[in-house]
């Protein structure tokens, strides 16, 4: 057991421990088995990537930048394929998810902070699923997200949703083509663990490998290829600094499929009011961190400097 908080004992949640074990087991054991049996076919591939993508982006796009930040507005239909889909991740609801990535935000680097990194690298990751959630937890920080009707009704029935479309719905599909089991394996099994590690990495791996252009005030990290196997997230430092902007990577070139995402669903009227951080303000931003990169704390109105650090921005 860990204790993290004053006076608070931690207890280990062996449900959680059991499901984080087991499925990567089954989803490379057992998807290496079936392969080496009934070999692999497109439809299994294609599977695969369907369910990665509408789970994926079901929580980059909606459980992260629209339930937890509040970063666009979007349509009832949306909200509602983000919470049946994002349910087939296997994260947890998204009242609960947004809670403790608010607190995330909160309490960054803390031992108030859900998955500090600051506890290890395997604790960020992971460990801190291992653990249940302290008794006196409230969700008074998504007091928004307590007054919505279909997120409570998510959270009702997370486990059904969960389990419906993590694993019956890519069954289904399996047997339609007469491979129920590659379809289990691939779009049910290996899926979530891919999806799951995927998201993990932001917590860990984002918070100790990479550059700081845009804050040095916490560990956040932004790091390019991280972006391709988490949806765009990649972008961590961006995102702590700015964490209202619907977009991580703020480039054309920068890979955020969930940016595209979201801003491609505004022309059919699927999201609104897309919040954009100022380019004054980001570029500010990266001066001000870089005068700090360089030991200039202050300098501000020096013009020289600025110009410095303004060339030295433009080649990061």
Known sequence: MLSNEKNLVKELDWVNIAFLTVTPLVAFLGTGVYVYHE????????NFFLFFVLTGLSITGGYHRYFAHRSYECNPILKLFYLVFGAGAFQNSALRWSS????HHKYVDTEQDPYSIMLGAFYAHMGWIFYKTPPHKNFDNVPDLIKDPLVLWQDRYYLLLSSLVGFFLPWMLGAAVGRPWGGL???????IVITHHMTFSINSIAHMIGSQPYTVEDSSRDNWWLAFFSNGEGYHNYHHRFQGDYRNGIKWYQWDPSKWFVWSLNFLGLTARLNRTPDEIILKARLDTEFKHRGLHGCLSDPRRIR???????ET
């Open 185 to 191: 394996l691939w779009g049910g099994f290996l899926r």
């Open 39 to 46: 070999g692999v076919r497109v439809w299994e591939l294609l």
């Open 100 to 103: 403790d990535h608010r607190d």
């Open 308 to 314: 410095e650090a303004r060339i030295g921005a433009a």
